[in-house]
T-cell receptor
Framework: QKEVEQNSGPLSVPEGAIASLNCTYS??????FFWYRQYSGKSPELIMS????GDKEDGRFTAQLNKASQYVSLLIRDSQPSDSATYLC??????????FGKGNQVVVIP | DARVTQTPRHKVTEMGQEVTMRCQPI?????VFWYRQTMMQGLELLAY????????DSGMPKDRFSAEMPDATLATLKIQPSEPRDSAVYFC??????????FGPGTRLTVT
C-alpha cells in the first residue's frame, strides 16, 4: 500500500504571510514528487515537481524534498487570496504511477 | 488553449444502470489516466494508458469497471452495473509523459 500522508488540518494564513505544507510518504523507492492545487469544485492543476533532494523555487512557490526522511513540503510566500485552495501532494511509485495525499486546505485571509 | 474534455459533466443514475464516461485527451498527448476522487479516499488511480495500450488497471473493480481507448482522441470508462458506492468525481488526465498530467474538468457521478 503506497501511503501519502498530509495530516494538517485547514491552514489559515494572513495575506502576505508564508503558508507551509508538509507531506510524508511510505515508499522509499519513490523518485518523483509533485504538488497539485485544486480549487473548490475544480480539477487538480500541477504547480510544482521535484526530483532531487533540496529546494526548488518557482515564483512564490518553493518545494523542499528530503528523501532520507521521506517528506516533501511546499512553501507559498507572500500568500494571496487566490492561493486559497486545497493542495495535493503526489508521489510516484511502481511503473510511473502517482499516489495522492488527501490534501491540505489553505485559506488566505485578506 | 488545449484542454482535456470530459462528458458528461454530471450524471445521476439508478443503481444497476450502465454508466459511460468519455474523455478527449489533449492532441499529441500519449499518456491517459483515469482517477476517482471521493472525500473519504481522496484521488485514486483507476487506469493508465500509454500510446492507447493499457498499462495498469489494477485500481479498478474488474467485475464492473472497464476502460478503453478506441482511438487516440477518445478514452472511455464504463461501469456496469453501477452501485451507490461508485458515486464520486471521475477525472481523466492526459500528458506528453506520465509526470506531466493535465486534468479534465471531471464527471460528477451520483448513483441512487
Amino acid at each position: 500500500q503506497k501511503e501519502v500522508e498530509q495530516n494538517s488540518g485547514p491552514l489559515s494564513v494572513p495575506e502576505g504571510a508564508i503558508a507551509s505544507l508538509n507531506c510524508t510518504y511510505s515508499d522509499r523507492g519513490s523518485q518523483s514528487f509533485f504538488w497539485y492545487r485544486q480549487y473548490s469544485g475544480k480539477s487538480p492543476e500541477l504547480i510544482m515537481s521535484i526530483y532531487s533532494n533540496g529546494d526548488k523555487e518557482d515564483g512564490r512557490f518553493t518545494a523542499q524534498l528530503n528523501k532520507a526522511s521521506q517528506y516533501v513540503s511546499l512553501l507559498i510566500r507572500d500568500s494571496q487570496p487566490s492561493d486559497s485552495a486545497t493542495y495535493l501532494c503526489a508521489v510516484s511509485y511502481g511503473n510511473n504511477r502517482l499516489a495522492f495525499g488527501k490534501g491540505n486546505q489553505v485559506v488566505v485571509i485578506p | 488553449d488545449a484542454r482535456v474534455t470530459q462528458t458528461p459533466r454530471h450524471k445521476v443514475t439508478e443503481m444497476g444502470q450502465e454508466v459511460t464516461m468519455r474523455c478527449q485527451p489533449i492532441l499529441g498527448h500519449n499518456t491517459v489516466f483515469w482517477y476517482r476522487q471521493t472525500m473519504m479516499q481522496g484521488l485514486e488511480l483507476l487506469a493508465y494508458f500509454r500510446n492507447r495500450a493499457p498499462l495498469d488497471d489494477s485500481g479498478m473493480p474488474k467485475d464492473r469497471f472497464s476502460a478503453e481507448m478506441p482511438d487516440a482522441t477518445l478514452a472511455t470508462l464504463k461501469i456496469q452495473p453501477s452501485e451507490p458506492r461508485d458515486s464520486a468525481v471521475y477525472f481523466c488526465a492526459s500528458g506528453p509523459s506520465w509526470d506531466e498530467q493535465y486534468f479534465g474538468p471531471g464527471t460528477r457521478l451520483t448513483v441512487t
